[in-house]
C-alpha cells in the first residue's frame, strides 16, 4: 500500500487532481450548510456581476438565483451521477466481458456481437433518446450513461480474462478441483483489477461530462440543480452575461480534470511495469 | 475480389446493425410514458377521443404488437420514417434537407482535430519529457476534460462578441445575397468556429494517441539501424517513425469520427447550425418523438456508413490490414 502511495504521489499531476477533486467533493457535502436557502430561491435582483455584492461573489441568474449555490448543489448531481452511473456500466460490463473472455466459444462470440452493436451506435445521441423517452430523472438519466459507456469495460474485461486465464494459476486452480465460478470470481477477476479501476475513474470524468451535456440540452431532472442545466438556462444571455455560463463550465473542467488526472496517477501507481513514457 | 466480399460481409452486419435499431426505436416508442396515439393527437393539436380512435385505426396501433413491429420495419425500409406533425412534413424529407450542412461540420471538424492533434502529437514526442512536451500534453488535458458546447460559447463569446473576428450564429448571412465563391466564403467563415469546437476533444485524443504512438515506435530496431546508418534525425522522425506511428492512430480515428455526429447536435444548438443535430435539438423540445428517433436512426447509419469506408480506404492503402483474417 505505502509502494502504491509513493508511485502515486511522484506523479505531481495526480495529487492536484486529488486535490481539486477532494475539494469538490467536500463543498457538495457541506452544500446546505454554505447555502442553506438552497439553490431555487431569488437572492437579490438578476444579473448582478460576480466579484461586486457582498454576500453574492459569483453574482445572480436570470432570475436572481445566487450563482455561487447552484455551483455547489450542482456538485452533487455531477458527483452522484458519475459515480453512480460508472458503478451500473461496471455491473454490466465486468460479468459481461468476464463471462465473454473465460467461457470462449458461441458465449463470446455472441456477448462481443452484442458490444460492438452498442459501440457502432453514436453514444451521446442515444443517451437523449433514451432519457427524452423515460422522461429525465435522476434515475433515467444514471441508467442512460451506464448503458453507453459499458461496452469499454466489456472488452477490457473480456481482453484481460482471456489472458489470465491462459496463465499457470489458473490451471492449478482447475487442477485443484475448483469450480469455472470460482476460479473466474476467486482467482481471475481480483488479478485484472488495476485495469478496471482506471478506466473507473476516467469513466466516472466522462460521466460527469454526459451528465452536464445532457442537462444543458434541457435534460436534466427538473427538480435538480445541475452545472450543465446552469449553462443551457444562460445560453441566449451569453452576450450580456458571460459569467452565468463561463463559472458552471468552468467547475465541469475543474472536476473533469482533476478526475482524469487521478486516472493517469492510479495507471502509474498500478501498472508501474509499464513504460512511463509510452503512456498515452 | 477479397475486397467485394469484404464489402459484402460489411454491408450484411450493417443491415443487421440498422435492423436492431430499428427494432430499438419501435421498442423505445412503446416504453414511452402515454399512448402513441394520444401523443400524435398531441402534436397535431387535437386530443378529443375519437380523433385518438381515429388516428389508432390509422396507424395500426389496434393491432397486436407484432403486427405493428412488422409494418413500423416495412416502412422504414421504404424510407418512410414517419410524419412530424410539429414541423408539418416527413421526417425522411426533414432529414435530408438538414444532412449536407451536418456533413460539412462534421467531416470539417474530423479534419480539423485529426490534423491539428497529429501535429501537435508529432511535436510533443520530438520534445519528450521537456516544457514543450508538458505544455502540449496538459493542453491536450484540458481540451479532454472541456464539455464540447461550453468551448463553443466561449468561443463565441471571445471571438465573436469581444472581438467581433467571426460570425457566432448561423450556416451563411442571412439576406447576405452572396453568390459563388463569395457564398462559400461567407459559409467558411461561419464554419471556423463550429468546427474547431467541435473537434477539439477529438484533436486531445488524437494528440495524445499520436504522441504514445511515436514514442513506441520510436523505440523499435528498424529506427535504430537508421539511426546506425547515419540518417539525420529530421528524416527519421519524418520517414520513419511518424509513417508507422499514423496507423494506428487513423484506424482509431475512422471508428471514432462517427462519435462527432453525436457531438454535433451540442454544436448546431449553440451555433444554431441548421443541421440534424439541431433538428435533434428542435424535437425534443417539441417531444416529437417521430423526428427524434428518425434522426437518431439515420446519424447511427451515418456512423456505420463511416466506418465502412474507412476500413476500406485503409485496406486500400495498407494491404496488411485484414490479411491475416
Known sequence: ?280 | MAIATTVLGRLIKAAITLLAIVVLNFLLIHAAPGDPAAVMAGEAGAADEIFIAQLRERFGLDQPLYVQLWNYVGNIIQFDLGYSYRQGAPVFDLIMERLPATLLLTLTAFGISLLFGVAMGVAASARVGRAGDSIITGIALLFYATPLYWAALMAVLVFSVWLGWLPGFGYETVGGGFTGLSRALDILKHLILPATTLGLFFMAVYTRMTRASMLEVAQMDFVKTARAKGLPDRVIRRRHILRNALLPVVTLAGLQAGQLVGGAVLTETVFAWPGIGRLMFESLQARDYNTLLGVFLISAAMVILFNIVTDLVYRLIDPRIGATR
Open chain 1, 1 to 280: 500500500m505505502s509502494d502504491f502511495w509513493s508511485r502515486f504521489s511522484r506523479n505531481r499531476g495526480a495529487i492536484l487532481g486529488l486535490v481539486l477533486l477532494a475539494t469538490v467533493i467536500i463543498v457538495a457535502l457541506i452544500a446546505p450548510l454554505l447555502f442553506p436557502k438552497g439553490p431555487w430561491q431569488m437572492v437579490q435582483r438578476p444579473f448582478l456581476t460576480p466579484f461586486a455584492t457582498e454576500g453574492l461573489p459569483l453574482g445572480t441568474d436570470t432570475l436572481g438565483r445566487d450563482v455561487a449555490a447552484g455551483l455547489a448543489y450542482g456538485a452533487r448531481v455531477s458527483l452522484l451521477v458519475g459515480l453512480v452511473s460508472t458503478l451500473v456500466a461496471l455491473a454490466i460490463g465486468v460479468p459481461l466481458g468476464a463471462v465473454a473472455g473465460y467461457y470462449g466459444g458461441w458465449v463470446d462470440e455472441a456477448a462481443m456481437r452484442f458490444t460492438e452493436f452498442f459501440q457502432t451506435i453514436p453514444n451521446f445521441a442515444l443517451a437523449i433518446v433514451l432519457v427524452a423517452i423515460l422522461e429525465p430523472t435522476l434515475t433515467s438519466i444514471t441508467l442512460a450513461i451506464a448503458i453507453v459507456s459499458w461496452p469499454p469495460v466489456a472488452r477490457l474485461v473480456r481482453a484481460e480474462v482471456l489472458s489470465l486465464s491462459k496463465r499457470e494459476f489458473v490451471d492449478a486452480a482447475q487442477l485443484a478441483g475448483l469450480s469455472n465460478r470460482r476460479i473466474l470470481l476467486g482467482q481471475i477477476l481480483p488479478n485484472a483489477m488495476s485495469p478496471i479501476i482506471v478506466m473507473a475513474s476516467l469513466m466516472v470524468a466522462t460521466a460527469i461530462l454526459l451528465e452536464s451535456s445532457l442537462a444543458f440540452l434541457g435534460l436534466g431532472d427538473p427538480n435538480i440543480m445541475s452545472w450543465g442545466y446552469m449553462i443551457g438556462a444562460a445560453r441566449t444571455v451569453i452576450r450580456s452575461a458571460w459569467w452565468l455560463s463561463f463559472f458552471p463550465g468552468l467547475a465541469i473542467v475543474i472536476t473533469v480534470l482533476a478526475l482524469n488526472l487521478i486516472g493517469e496517477g492510479l495507471n502509474d501507481a498500478m501498472n508501474p511495469h509499464l513504460n512511463r513514457k509510452g503512456r498515452a
